[in-house]
Each structure stands twice: as structure tokens, then as C-alpha cells.
């Protein structure tokens, strides 16, 4: 039996349970891993997929969760009442996007995610809508760090950061990244959490070169369940992560179920590896779908 199996995984205080680092601490004194699962606000119609999903992980000893942030008026409302019903049951994460955002606006979302019980905000740069490509430019918070100090002038909120073990797509290299990773803690933030990657050693490297920099914060290893071909693909190519060569062939010359298998074997064999190799636990992208999600929690031992 692994020794992160779910049956070892102990059951947390509420006082273990108030913010991300709390947990990363109570795991690490316990000898355990995270498991923490992300969603995103639902699409007209697919709510029931959304909370038949997570009504699953709750039954996995969830250490958190984390809801992303769509962009305009609607899909901000549709995060928050995602947000409100999740944090009465557990830990809960708000992704918090800048991009062509004003001070005034972030402020309001911020008192907004309190209002719902949010008690972590991962501060997110974003990228600029389709229909709205000077975005950017546009807002007045430019980066994920000011959004970091920010948060950190307006409240007491837990803040965490994305992390980007092949390197952000802008960004000259990867110790640039590691100093941006440095001065995000130093304003405030206490973890980070990946971006899709497809490579344990692409994770340790970064964690190595973060440390060389003076960021020593837990950075939890954000992973997708590979369980569709072509879905996969489209989201590696939206965050500039690398589908290693004989996957993406082995993936392009299977049928459908033998696609899935095949992708879900590599992302467990990968979440094994980052948990030997340190990683403080696993996020799981679950795309408010429960099987893989759940395939994937059980098949690196973390239930």
C-alpha cells in the first residue's frame, strides 16, 4: 500500500483547514500529501455536471478546492455563486485574473470573494479575451504581482500565484521566471500552483531554480487528466505546455478508449513521479468532469 494512500490521509481540523499553507503544513507534519481539485463556472445547461463533481471529490477528504474566474459580468456572477456554495463545505480558492481590470473593479471583486467565504485568492495575470485583444494594456493592473499587493493593502485574505514549470510564454527563460516567482513571495504570496506541464523533471527543475532565487514557497503540481486526445492537445496549446513527441503519437494512431487509457496512464505515472520526487501534493484539473478526476486521485494513491 502507498504510504499517501486516501486511508493514511488524515482528516484535518478546521483549524489545519483555514488556509493553503495551514494545509501544507498539517500534511507535511503528517507525512502526507494535498489533494485539492479545481472547477470552473459552469456553461448554461452543465451544472449538474459541475456539482455532481464535486459532490464526488467531497468524498475524497478534499483539502481544498479552487473555482477560476471568467471574464465580463456573467460569467463573474456564475464564479461567486460557485464560489459561496463550495467554501460552506470546504477550503475554498478564487482565481482573481487582472487583465483590463481597474483598481477600483479588483477591489470589488475582492470584497466580493470575502463576502462568499473565500479564503485564498490565487492572483492571476490572465490573458487578454478574443474580443478584446488590447485588454492589457487597457487596465490598470498590469501583472499577477500587483495584483499580489493589491490584495494584500485591501485585506488579510490568503494569496497564492501560478507557477510555470516549462516557463511562462513570455518570459526570457526560466530563472527570469524563478526571480518573478521570488517577488511575488516577497509581497506576500505563500504558495503557488502550476500551470498544465507534462514532465516530473520539468517541475523539479523550476522548483530548484525558484529556490536559487529565494522562493522557497510549496509549489503544488497542477495536473490534467489526459482521458481526451483531442482535448488535451487544445489545452496544452493554450498554455504553451509541451505534449511530449511519443504521447501526442501514441495518442494521434489509437482509437477513442484506447486514447484514454493510454493518456490516463501517463498523467498517473506522472503524478506518481512528482509525489516521490517531493511535490507537497497534486491539483487536479478536473474540468467538471468526476471520472477522470476520481481515476486519477486513486491512481497515485491519494484515495
Known amino acids: 500500500m502507498s504510504s499517501i494512500s486516501g486511508a493514511e490521509r488524515t482528516p484535518l481540523t478546521p483549524a489545519q483547514s483555514i488556509s493553503v499553507s495551514a494545509v501544507l503544513e498539517a500534511r507535511m507534519q503528517l507525512g502526507q500529501k494535498s489533494l485539492s481539485f479545481e472547477f470552473f463556472p459552469p456553461r448554461e445547461g452543465s451544472e449538474e455536471s459541475l456539482w455532481r463533481t464535486f459532490d464526488s471529490i467531497m468524498q475524497l477528504n478534499t483539502d481544498f478546492v479552487s473555482v477560476t474566474y471568467g471574464a465580463g459580468g456573467s460569467s463573474q456572477d456564475k464564479s461567486l ?21 481597474s483598481r477600483a473593479s479588483t477591489a470589488i471583486a475582492v470584497k466580493n470573494f470575502e463576502d462568499v467565504g473565500v479564503k485564498s485568492i490565487l ?27 493589491l490584495v494584500h493593502e485591501l485585506t488579510s485574505l490568503e494569496v497564492g500565484v501560478a507557477a510555470f514549470p516549462e516557463g511562462h510564454p513570455e518570459s526570457p527563460d526560466l530563472f527570469h521566471d524563478s526571480k518573478v516567482l521570488n517577488l511575488k513571495q516577497a509581497a506576500g504570496a505563500t ?10 523533471g520539468h517541475y523539479t527543475r523550476m522548483v530548484d531554480l525558484a529556490a536559487q532565487a529565494g522562493a522557497t514557497m510549496p509549489i503544488i503540481p497542477g495536473l490534467m487528466p489526459v482521458s481526451n486526445a483531442k482535448q488535451l492537445l487544445r489545452m496544452a496549446s493554450m498554455s504553451g505546455a509541451a505534449v511530449p513527441d511519443f504521447l501526442a503519437e501514441k495518442l494521434s494512431s489509437a482509437d477513442e478508449a484506447t486514447a484514454r487509457k493510454i493518456g490516463m496512464d501517463f498523467t498517473i505515472q506522472l503524478g506518481r513521479d512528482l509525489l516521490d ?22 491512481g497515485v494513491g491519494l484515495v
Open 81 to 101: 455563486a460557485v464560489l459561496e456554495h463550495m467554501a460552506g463545505q470546504v477550503l475554498t480558492v478564487g482565481h482573481l485574473t487582472c487583465v483590463g481590470a
Open 123 to 149: 492572483a492571476l495575470r490572465g490573458d487578454s479575451p478574443k474580443d478584446q485583444p488590447n485588454a492589457l494594456s487597457q487596465g490598470e493592473l498590469k501583472t499577477a504581482l500587483d495584483v499580489v499587493d
Open 191 to 200: 504558495y503557488a500552483i502550476t500551470q498544465l506541464f507534462f514532465g516530473a
Open 277 to 298: 520526487q517531493g511535490a507537497p501534493g497534486l491539483h487536479i484539473f478536473t474540468l467538471n468532469k468526476a471520472d477522470a478526476a476520481l481515476e486519477l486521485a486513486t
